[in-house]
């Protein structure tokens, strides 16, 4: 049976030619993906991977993630803020809550800082919705939604400071941001967010 005709719930483990079909790479490719320890099998005798660990490789190097190996509720998440925030303590957790969200309600996360290959991510992994956090990058993230907006039907959510001006959020709302939420939110008031917007 080829990959194209196994249900999602089929698919949780792919012989090395599936993942290359999948891939549309060869099966040498893929072997050495393996050796390079990039990606993981489950033993290199049998030749086999787990779909999980072939979604986590394809996030991670940037890769389009079939939807035949995605489970079917499955939704994609991606959390991009500024460099300069990277210490911020609510940074480093909200990166552990999308991993968190990824382990428990089958979200497929992944961040990035603003930079030059932000566009190229948003192409490639596809989000269905992206979390941009606006502190310490506000015209950044203006730059973000609106490409965003005019390129795929992606859901947007804006995280913005509790004393933003009026006009900075104007401009993230005119943009078309779907929601805006302050960066003091509850963790279960953001859970709530995203599930909406998911709707």
């Known amino acids: 049976m080829t990959v194209e005709n ?15 079909t999948l891939c549309c790479v060869s099966k040498d490719r893929v072997k050495k993906w393996v050796e390079k ?19 986590d490789f394809l996030v991670q190097y940037n890769m ?14 991606l959390f991009v803020f500024s460099s300069e925030t990277l ?13 968190k969200l990824r382990e428990e309600e089958k979200f497929i996360s992944d961040t990035i800082c603003y930079n030059m290959k ?40 804006a995280i913005i400071e509790k004393n933003l001006s009026e006009k900075k959020i104007g401009q993230i709302r005119a943009a078309k941001a779907d929601a805006v939420v302050t960066r003091s939110i509850k963790i279960n008031e953001l859970v709530e967010t995203i599930h909406t917007l998911f709707k």
């Open 37 to 55: 320890r990039c990606l993981k099998s489950l033993a290199k005798k049998n030749e086999q991977v787990r779909c999980d660990d072939l979604v």
């Open 118 to 157: 932000v566009k190229y991510k948003i192409l490639t992994f596809v989000p269905d919705l992206i979390i941009a956090d606006t502190i310490g990058a506000h015209d950044k993230a203006l730059q973000l939604i609106n490409f965003a907006k005019k390129t795929g039907e992606f859901k947007i959510l």
């Open 6 to 20: 196994k249900k999602n719930s089929e698919l949780e483990i792919l012989n090395f030619e599936q993942v290359a």
């Open 87 to 99: 210490g911020y303590i609510y940074v480093t957790f909200l990166k552990h809550f999308f991993e």
């Open 64 to 77: 389009t993630i079939p939807a035949s190996i995605l489970p079917v509720e499955a939704k994609k998440i």
